[in-house]
């Protein structure tokens, strides 16, 4: 077994990584695709936050409307990867959703205004295994000032014991001299949602409303991601023309975390997707690559390339550059399987082939393996050394993958060793893909060997891998190192999720192993009070 080490993030690129000389390339990739998008026309923006006339299923319509106007500011200067850099000059009247004001977490744009001290203090309190009505009397004991942004920050922190937080979010706004802000608020929605209590966030909503407090697009946002993040992507479209009816305008963020939920594997809704982007586009908001990269990858695999054509071309109306646009698209294309679209893209390329080509192939690479081609996918990575460029982390951990699928494992440690004398670290993604390698082929104790040494060494295991390591122990009937794996997430500060719960429980109970089938029953019943639970 081969031994790993820690992780150099800087030694880990991306094949899209586009430097600026490719910012150049043009001409004869734009032919390729035809400018037949709606015409955007610049103008102001406002926003109206005060809910005159729209609700949430059903709240009452308030009887004072709250005004506010989204700040606008001007882009000056998008950059789209770490090493590139755009020329926005023109684009005065073209905004970014991380620009406008009240988008960004309240936490990260200002400074600490509170004791850390304090907040230490106050977060011991509330992570400890004690009932509410002793943590409640030792919280009147202490000798601390309350201000909203403590507030935010203690939620914030002890949001993985979501109803100890609303349980403080709930007493500290009855104590005298104190009122919750904007801020806390919605912090404390963001942590009802992510526990999934929505009729708790919209309680919390309609809790702002009545005492006056200023409905901010934020807040909108929130409700609208959290929904969508779980795939209940109907009611999130529901909340943003809720938003849209209460004359409060969509951000920037809004319709990223909107067009992001739609093109998500539950509840997608691609056309809805595309209806919103467009709208986007008109509002002159400029996508982020992180957006872009899931966009066009739903539009890909759901094979509206008409759609994602039109994407890139905005793209490059908004300052990406040619080369960046494409090699989005390209890779979404190889991801979606669709090697035939994308090599048509690259040769009609022209002249500007052999450059493009030098950052789509990791791609490529593994869109070919994916297909099973490996004599294809081994003769692209010869041709790229030829060239003068290494293969990047992504291309070694495609045919890492693809032989220890075919269980050849030692072809899969060669790669491996190639990889780190390169000085191209493994990534948690490559090491997660060994682990499962190992346990295929019925070799757990180099996948524990594995495993172990990612603790200690790096990158830590997440939440993907402990679950693809669960998964893989209980369907070879190893539940019981399973359930081990359970406690370490905990003890890693790793919430396991129902679905790890449920995957070792039943793998217990096909061993035969029913007294610890019911003992993890019980944890998850346990987790799901501490996480849940209400005054």
Known sequence: MIAVRRQCSRCVSSDLGVPTCLARVGGSLGCSLSSDHDNVSPGRRCCSNGLCGGSIRGARTPTTSLGCRASLMKTRGFATSDREGLDLASMSNVRRPDQEVGIADPLESTSPVYSEADVEEVCVLLLRPEDWDSTREALEKCNVSFTSELVVEVIRRCKCRSGAALRFFDWVGKRDGYGHSLETYNMAMKIAGGAKDFERMRSLFYEMRRKGCSITPHTWTIMIMQYGRTGLTDIALGIFEEMKASGCEPSGSTYKYLIISLCGRKGRKVDEAVKLFRQMMKSKYVPDKEFVEIYLGCLCESDKLSDARKCVNFLREVGFSTALSYSLYIRALCRAGNLEEAQK??????????????????????????KGNLEAALSK????????????????????????????????????ETMKREGCEPTI????????????????????????????????????????????????????EALGLISEMLGDKIVPSSVNFRTVFYGLNREGKHDLARLVWQQKLDLAKQRKSMT
């Open 345 to 370: 893209l690259l040769n009609n390329a022209g002249a500007e082939r052999e450059m493009l080509n030098k950052y789509v192939y990791g791609s490529i690479v593994h869109g070919l393996l994916r």
């Open 381 to 416: 990575v010869d041709e790229m050394k030829q060239a003068g460029v290494s293969p990047s982390v992504h291309v070694y951990t495609s045919l890492a993958v693809h032989y220890l699928k075919e269980k050849e494992i030692e072809k899969a440690e060669e790669v491996l």
């Open 429 to 480: 993604v490559t090491y997660s893909a060994l682990i499962r390698g190992y346990v295929g082929a019925g070799k757990v104790g180099d996948a524990w060997s594995v495993f172990n040494q990612m603790k200690s060494e790096g990158p830590s295991p997440d939440f993907r891998t402990y679950s693809m390591f669960m998964n893989c122990l209980c369907r070879i009937g190893r539940s019981e």
